[in-house]
């Protein structure tokens, strides 16, 4: 009977539900970045919008059809005229729940979603008091708040103290300063927070706050030149973190960014194109700053004065034109015909060549790049062997590579460039990964001797019947009266 019931305990502990332990429940709290401010539930098909927010899709559809604009926890107000998916986040919560042994959160349905926005707009109606309290979080306007995401107690480690002492102590006096109207106390706490976060990694993260975002993004665009520069150059400093770089996107920071980086002063423009480049480090960065209309500012910014705004600019492009969307909003932008001519200048031709690479191997890309001459020019680079380093060298092999599935228009182009000889020669001299794609390239151009071997009769075919004359014409690009081919027009 003692051992019976000895086992019985036993059977229970091993069967009791992790999601029901009070002492394991804290675990599965999901990052900030997954909950979706509005419905401050786990995001099951999160958007992101033009000021950089990401939220439930159905709680956007929800506020433009009851043409609702709510007031975030930082004070800040989202922008709903756009609307993409985040893919990247979306992944990233899946694979968060798999770890985390949690159910995959499902789509909140829109009826659901129009309920909660109407309950937020009659909380907005309601006294300063009941609006402070109930607008913050849609679930606190429930009686259902324990089960909500958002409330999920977290334990507190002595790191976490020491972090809200400092919050404590530097946050309150800087963002109060940031706030005022005094330009001289402005610049006072630019000039101290650009200071603090310039090395240590402990106030790039605790100061990092909605409340001091919000505060910053005000500043950014101002029409004084040391507010303008130091205010932008604190939010690089801060962007180093990557506990940071996701939280900094969507507290709506990157339109005035962007709208620096065209405009701004010629130092802030410089810091400007830095932060970018390092809020695009993340991937779930990368779509929304896009969308946002980066890609054009920073192209134009290849062809600026300063060596600094050039470098950055070139490094924000290449991890920006891994998304295959901005790979294609570049194309768009006629993006091929500048970055061609960077490369023919001779100036950063590395990195250029490096988002050169991303084009040519995309399927977006590939026809803009062989209309503009970039087969020419590469040839043209590898043949006179004037590159700053190996690694440029092999980037452009790389483009070439990739330009080569381009199938009979690759081949006419590069024999017409002289790429065979060319390329023999990079064929000796490269590393083993560049002599295995000159290998290939040289396979396209040279053909095969089965496929050349036997001359066609074009007319006779075309006379035959079996191929209509318009067709051909139309398809594969030849001059029928002459019977020639025409590759540059095909």
């Known amino acids: 009977m003692g051992s019976g019931r000895h086992g019985w305990k036993i059977s229970l502990i091993f069967h009791r539900s992790p999601s029901t332990d009070p002492k394991t429940r804290h675990q599965h709290a999901p990052p900030k970045e997954f909950v979706c401010p509005i ?36 004070s800040s107000t989202p922008d709903f005229s756009a609307v993409i998916p985040n893919l990247a986040l979306k992944s990233t919560i899946l694979n968060w729940c798999t770890t985390s042994l949690i159910d995959p959160p499902k789509p909140l349905d829109l009826l659901s979603a129009h309920n909660l926005i109407l309950q937020l707009k009659s909380c907005k109606t ?39 002492i400092y919050n404590s102590s530097e946050e309150k006096d800087i963002i109060t300063k940031l706030k005022s109207c005094e330009v001289h106390e402005q610049e006072a ?27 910053l993004r005000s500043l950014i665009t101002s029409k004084y030149a040391s507010i303008q520069v130091n205010s932008v150059a604190a939010l690089v400093n801060l962007s180093l973190e990557d506990k940071n770089k996701v939280k ?22 410089d810091h400007a194109a830095g932060a970018i480049f390092s809020l695009a480090l993340d991937d779930q960065n990368k779509s929304a700053i896009g969308v946002l209309g980066a890609l054009s500012p920073l192209l134009h910014a290849l062809r600026s004065d300063s060596d600094q705004a050039r470098h950055d600019s070139a490094l924000a492009l290449f991890h920006l034109s891994l998304v295959q969307g901005n790979r294609t909003k570049l194309v768009k932008l006629g ?15 590395s990195r250029v060549m490096l988002v050169l690479c991303n084009l040519a191997a995309s399927l977006e890309g590939r026809p803009a790049m062989l209309d503009g001459g970039a087969v020419g020019c590469f040839v043209e680079m590898l043949s006179r062997n004037e590159f700053d380093a190996v690694a440029t060298r092999e980037s ?27 390329l023999t020669k990079v064929e000796e001299v490269g590393s083993e990964r560049a002599r295995e794609k000159v290998r290939r390239i040289l396979e396209v151009v040279r053909g095969r001797d089965d496929e050349e071997g036997e001359e066609i009769d074009w007319e006779e075919l075309l006379n035959s019947g079996e191929v209509s004359r318009s067709w051909f014409q139309l398809g594969c690009g030849m001059d029928v009266s002459g019977s020639k081919w025409n590759l540059a027009d095909s």
């Not at 452009?396 to 060319?422: D, I, M, N, Q, T």
């Open 248 to 269: 900094i996107v969507r507290s709506g920071i990157v339109p005035p960014l962007i709208s620096v980086l065209r405009f701004g002063f010629a130092e802030a423009q």
């Open 335 to 349: 993006s091929v015909g500048v970055l061609l001519d960077v490369v023919r200048s001779g100036r950063m031709t």
């Open 396 to 422: 452009c092999v790389a483009a070439l590579y990739g330009l080569s599935h381009g199938g009979l228009r690759f081949k006419g182009l590069a024999k017409e460039a002289g790429a065979e000889a060319v």
């Open 39 to 74: 419905s401050n539930t786990l995001m099951a098909d999160p958007v992101i919008v033009s000021s950089g927010h990401t939220f439930e899709r159905s709680c956007v559809q929800a506020c433009k059809s009851l043409s609702f604009t709510p007031t975030l926890p930082d």
């Open 126 to 164: 309601k006294s300063l008091e009941e609006k402070t309290e109930l607008t913050r979080w849609p679930s606190q306007c429930s009686s259902s708040s324990e089960e909500s995401v958002g409330t999920t107690p977290t334990s507190i480690t002595s790191s976490d103290v020491e972090t809200l």
């Open 189 to 215: 706490a630019l000039v101290s927070l650009r200071k603090m976060t310039r090395n240590e990694e402990l106030p790039r993260v605790s100061l990092c706050t909605s409340g001091l975002l919000s505060a």
